[in-house]
């Protein structure tokens, strides 16, 4: 027996808002470059609804969608990228007795100063979906893929992240004995020199795959499942077992995206 059920764009539209907003992402961790500096992070993000388009035969495209982000991270500068390292002089002198006498070789080498740094913003994403149909331990699966690595749209407020981190940097180099007022500037002068291109190549690698793989689900069932459960001892239930799962998107009057199920 086949089964088959159709729904039209605003019903695909209801349909995949619903399932976004159940879509758990997990938090990732790791490090990138920001021009001359690198920072440790910790990013967590949460998917908000965009507008359906159902492609016929199989390309849900998913208009204007966000991701919501949050990223905490360390903000490493290597002081010695600014300062030369320097060693103090040795003093030598002749003792009687005892002959040569050096004091020690003292160097400096400068250290690297790490600066938290915390920040939110969102990213708008437009993508294509390729529809997957899986059967695994005993359960039909069918799921939007996204297909490629979308192109991230990056929120007007993200360049503030680079404020962000000269407000968090400059009291902190400031503190540094001498040299401090000349890091502060050297520093900020370099943030201001990586500019918005620059904080959209550093957030991209580190937000990309959020969105990179995502898989929205559409339709889930045991393979074998009761149907109709039993009424009375002359009445037993009515088990199900799905054969085949096929979806594709048609388009005739209208766009459709289409399930049939062959049930025994």
């Known amino acids: 027996m086949d089964i088959t059920a159709a729904i039209d764009e605003p019903a695909a539209d209801d349909l995949l808002d619903t399932a976004i907003g159940l879509v758990t992402i997990p938090p990732a961790t790791g490090s990138g ?14 998917l908000s609804p965009g507008d359906v388009d159902l492609i016929a035969p199989a390309t849900i495209r998913i208009d204007d969608f966000r991701l919501d982000w949050n990223l905490s991270f360390s903000f490493g ?5 600014f300062l030369p390292d320097f060693c103090l002089p040795r003093v030598c002198v002749n003792i009687p007795c005892v002959g040569r006498v050096c004091t020690p070789r003292v160097c400096v080498d400068w250290p690297t ?4 740094v915390s920040f939110s913003d969102f990213v708008e ?9 899986t059967e695994s331990g005993g359960v039909w699966k069918v799921e939007a893929v996204v297909q490629g690595v979308p192109n991230l749209q ?4 993200t360049a503030a992240l680079l404020a962000a981190i000269s ?7 400031l503190a540094i004995p001498f040299a401090g007022p000349f890091l502060a500037v050297a520093v900020n002068a370099i943030l201001v020199a990586i500019g918005i291109a620059g904080i959209t190549g550093f957030l991209g690698p580190i937000l990309s795959p959020f969105v990179s793989g995502l898989r929205i689900p559409i339709y889930e069932q045991a393979k074998n499942f009761e149907a109709i459960p039993a009424a009375g001892a002359t009445d037993p239930a009515v088990f199900v077992t799905i054969d085949d799962v096929r979806a594709e998107i048609t388009s005739t009057d209208e766009d459709e995206l289409v399930l049939a199920i062959d049930i025994s």
Request: aromatic share 10%; proline share 7%.
């Open 125 to 133: 994403v437009t993508a294509d979906f390729g529809i997957s149909i």
């Open 154 to 157: 990056f929120g007007a407020t």
């Open 77 to 81: 500068i290597d002081l010695s990228t």
């Open 113 to 116: 100063v790490s600066v938290p």
């Open 167 to 173: 407000l968090a940097v400059t009291p902190i180099l």
């Open 33 to 46: 470059a920001l021009g001359p500096f690198v920072a440790s992070y910790n990013a967590s993000g949460a």
